[in-house]
C-alpha cells in the first residue's frame, strides 16, 4: 500500500513515551500543509486546560501534543470554527479511518488505539464532536443534532473528501448512523462498538428550566460522578488508574464553554435514530465488551438484526469502553474489516 509520510510515529505506538512535537494545519489550494506549532509547556498545545498536566497515562499526554485546530466554516456565516482534532501522520490510498467519541467525551478517548492504528499503516483521523473535546467556541454555535452533523460534514469536505470507515462507540454510535444516512456519499462502513442507539433522545431533560439544566450538568462535570461512571465503564482496572483515566475523561469539561454547549445539546433534544436504523446502507461491524455494564448486549444484538448488512464480533474480558481497555484487540478489528471487501 503507498503511503506518504508525514512524519514519525509516536512514540506511544513504538512503546516509548517520548514528548512529540505539536503540529498545525494551514489550508492550501488543494490541500493543506502540517506546519509546527510551539504549543504550551511540556509540548501541550495552549488552548488546552491546564489541568492537562495532572494527567499521568502517557499515551494520553502522548496524544494531547498531537491536537490541534483546523477552521470549520459553519453553516449561515462566514466564521469558521476552529474544531479541535488529531490529524493523520500517514496519507493512504485507502480510505480513511475516521474515529468519533463517546457522548461528552473527546478525542482523547482513543489514545490507547490511535497509535495501533498508524502503526498499522492505515490513515485515521480522532475528531472532536462539535460541542465537546477542546475547539474553540467560544461565540457557541447551536450544538443541536443537525449542527453537529453538519460540522462534522464540513470537515470532511474541506479536509478528508474521501469516503470513511466511521468509528463510533457508544453514544458516537447514533452520531456515526445519523451522519452516515444523512451523507451516505461520505461513509463507505460504519463500524459501531457497545453502540447506544436506542435512547430516544435526552427524553425529559429537554424540557427541563434553564436553572435545572445547568445545576445538572454541573453534576456531571463532578469528579465523584465521573470516577463512577468510569467505575462501570471498564472491567476491573486498579483504582489508581481509574483516577488518572477519570481526569482524562472530564479534561475537556474545563473548556469555558462546555457547560453552556452541553446544556444547548440536552434542552435540544439530542439523538434519536432508531428510525434511520434500518436506511443503513453500509457495511457495519459491531463490536461488543462483554462486560459491559452500562449498555446491555441484548440491544447490541437488536441492532445486528435490524441493520441491513451488519456482523458483530465480541471483545472477552472487556467493558463499555474496548478501544480503551483492549485496544490491539479492537484495532485487529478495525482495520481487517476496513480493509475487507
Not at 80 to 90: G, K, R
Not at 114 to 132: K, Q, T
Not at 186 to 204: C, D, F, H, M
Request: hydrophobic content about 40%.
Amino acid at each position: 500500500m503507498a503511503a506518504l509520510k508525514l512524519g514519525s510515529l509516536p512514540a506511544a505506538a513504538l512503546g516509548g513515551v517520548a514528548t512529540t512535537t505539536t503540529k498545525k494545519c494551514e489550508r492550501l489550494s488543494g490541500g493543506f500543509r502540517v506546519v509546527a506549532d510551539g504549543g504550551g509547556d511540556n509540548g501541550f498545545p495552549s488552548f488546552l486546560p491546564k489541568e492537562v498536566e495532572k494527567i499521568k497515562d502517557p499515551f494520553a499526554r502522548n496524544l494531547a501534543r498531537r491536537i490541534k485546530r483546523l477552521p470549520v466554516q459553519i453553516e449561515c456565516s462566514d466564521s469558521s470554527i476552529m474544531s479541535s482534532c488529531v490529524q493523520p501522520l500517514v496519507q493512504s490510498d485507502s480510505n480513511p479511518v475516521v474515529l468519533l467519541h463517546c457522548f461528552d467525551s473527546s478525542c482523547l478517548e482513543w489514545r490507547r488505539a490511535y497509535p495501533l492504528i498508524e502503526e498499522s499503516g492505515l490513515e485515521a483521523w480522532a475528531i472532536d464532536v462539535l460541542g465537546w473535546g477542546f475547539s474553540d467556541l467560544g461565540r457557541l454555535p447551536p450544538c443541536n443534532v443537525a449542527s453537529k452533523r453538519y460540522h462534522l460534514y464540513q470537515l470532511w469536505k474541506s479536509y478528508i473528501k474521501r469516503p470513511v470507515v466511521l468509528v463510533g462507540p457508544s453514544l458516537g454510535a447514533a452520531v456515526a448512523i445519523d451522519f452516515a444516512v444523512n451523507y451516505p456519499e461520505a461513509v463507505e462502513k460504519l463500524v459501531l462498538i457497545n453502540p447506544s442507539v436506542y435512547a430516544e433522545g435526552t427524553g425529559n431533560l429537554a424540557k427541563l428550566p434553564k436553572v435545572v439544566a445547568y445545576a445538572g450538568v454541573s453534576l456531571l462535570k463532578a469528579y465523584p460522578l465521573r470516577l463512577y461512571a468510569n467505575i462501570l465503564a471498564f472491567n476491573g482496572i486498579p483504582l489508581s488508574k481509574n483516577l488518572d483515566w477519570t481526569n482524562v475523561g472530564r479534561l475537556h469539561c474545563h473548556m469555558p464553554w462546555w457547560k453552556d454547549a452541553t446544556v444547548n445539546f440536552m434542552v435540544s433534544g439530542g439523538y434519536n435514530v432508531v428510525s434511520q436504523i434500518k436506511q443503513v446502507k453500509q457495511k457495519t461491524l459491531i463490536i461488543c465488551g462483554e462486560n459491559d455494564k452500562i449498555v446491555s448486549n441484548r440491544l447490541a444484538m437488536r441492532l445486528l438484526f435490524e441493520l441491513p448488512k451488519a456482523r458483530m464480533q465480541r471483545v472477552p474480558d472487556s467493558g463499555h469502553l474496548p478501544h480503551v481497555e483492549k485496544p490491539r484487540r479492537v484495532v485487529k478489528l478495525i482495520t481487517d474489516f476496513a480493509r475487507s471487501k
